[in-house]
Each structure stands twice: as C-alpha cells, then as structure tokens.
C-alpha cells in the first residue's frame, strides 16, 4: 500500500530554513509518469501549491516561492525533501506531501496519494 | 500566477444537488484537461474526488460528478448527504508547467 510521511522541524525561527522530508513506501519514487509535491496550508486558510519534482529530477515551483524554495529526491532512501530558505511567519503552515500523477495508468493531473501533513510555525 | 477562482461557501439540504464551479484562464482550467477535486475534512489532508475534468477515482460515490465549460470547471454532488459536509478545492495544471489550486468552497448541508 502506497504511503506517504512527513517529517522534520516543527518549529523554526524566523530567517532561518525550514526541512522537511516525505518518506514514500510501497512505490519507487524513481516510478515513471509519478512526481512528489509539496502543498502547503496556512491555519484557516486554503491550499498552496509550492512545487514538484518528477521521478526525473526535474523540478517545477509556484513562481511566488521560486526563490526561497528547493525540492529534491534521495533515490536511496525513497523519499523527497523540501528546503525553504528565509522564512517569516507567513510560512507558518501544515505542510503536506503528495503523489501527482503525470501520465500512465494512474489518476493522471492528480493528487492522489497524500501524507497526513506537518504543521511547521515559524517564531523566535 | 493567480488562485483560480471559487465561491466561499455553498450550502443545500439534504437529498438536493449544489454545484461548485472554479474559474480559471485560458493558460489554465480553459487551456487543459488537467482539472481535479478535492475534498478536505476538518483536520484532515484533502482527498482526490474528481481527475481530468470529470473521472471519478474507484471507491468515490457517483453522486459527485465534475465537467468544464470554457475556463470554468464544475463540481456536482448529487443527492447531498450530511457526511458530504466538508471544504473542496479544484486544481489545475498551467500552461507554466505549474500547478494552481482553487480558494476553497465550504460546503454546508443544512
């Protein structure tokens, strides 16, 4: 059964630079057609794509966050990784790892595995 | 690149249908098929109801059904049932190679 679980800091001060890893179990992250999200959440607020990264390597990132932001894969630990670099309290989210979809026989231009989600808070 | 665009909330009794829509651009819901929902629970992480514009994932009930007019996407529960209460968001691929979410419509069976 495919899983996805987040883990990392829970509390990072503000400029500092929030990590956060997704171990994926039950599929090679290295799949074709599948790529590994990152979606964040603000309390009481909606949902915010910040980017992927195919089983290639490449990555693709919400323009608004493309500066502060790195995702990559760790193929010998089947799991990926986000970096976000200087953060203030805006970033202050449940941070959610997700399997998209992008071709095959899966659910393509979807997510459609999701991990339970982290909350980070950013305060000194 | 800008959130697509959904009613804040939305409410209907139970037995009745509602209909969510999620407004996009041509770059967007208009340009692909590339559509899907999500339903998210209080507390909960979201979960896929609806992908490529109108297919359901095995196990999700056929009282939700999704389709797309010009670059407006729709989703439909039909027959509303008090455990359908719950936050949906629709999602696009762009023509940026990005993804883009909607705000969020809460819906609420009364």
């Known amino acids: 059964q495919l899983q996805l679980q987040e883990s990392g800091s829970r509390l990072v001060k503000p400029s500092q630079t929030l990590s956060l890893t997704c171990a994926v179990s039950?599929?090679?992250?290295?799949?074709?057609?599948?790529?590994w999200s990152w979606i964040r959440q603000p309390p009481g607020k909606g949902l915010e794509w910040i980017g992927f990264?195919?089983?290639?390597?490449?990555?693709y990132y919400n323009p608004s966050l493309k500066s502060r932001v790195t995702i990559s894969l760790d193929r010998s630990k089947n799991h990926f990784s986000l970096r976000l670099t200087s953060v203030t309290a805006a970033d202050t989210a449940v941070y959610y790892c997700a399997k998209y979809c992008s071709g095959g026989s899966c659910y393509s231009g979807a997510f459609d595995i999701w991990g339970q989600g982290t909350m980070v808070t950013v305060s000194s | 690149q800008s959130a697509l665009t959904q009613p804040a909330s939305v409410s209907g009794s139970p037995g009745q249908s509602i209909t969510i829509s999620c407004t996009g651009t041509?770059?967007?819901?208009?340009?692909?098929?590339?559509v899907s929902w999500y339903q998210q629970e209080p507390g909960k992480a979201p979960k896929l109801m609806i992908y490529e514009v109108s297919n359901r994932p095995s196990g999700v009930s056929n009282r939700f059904s999704g389709s797309k007019s010009g670059n407006t996407a729709s989703l439909t529960i039909s027959g509303l049932q008090a455990e359908d209460e719950a936050d949906y968001y629709c999602s696009s691929y762009t023509s940026s190679s990005t993804l883009v979410f909607g705000g969020g419509t809460k819906l609420t069976v009364l």
């Open positions: 041509s770059s967007d819901v208009g340009g692909y098929k590339y």
């Open positions: 990264i195919y089983h290639s390597g490449s990555t």
């Open positions: 039950g599929v090679s992250i290295s799949s074709d057609y599948y790529s």
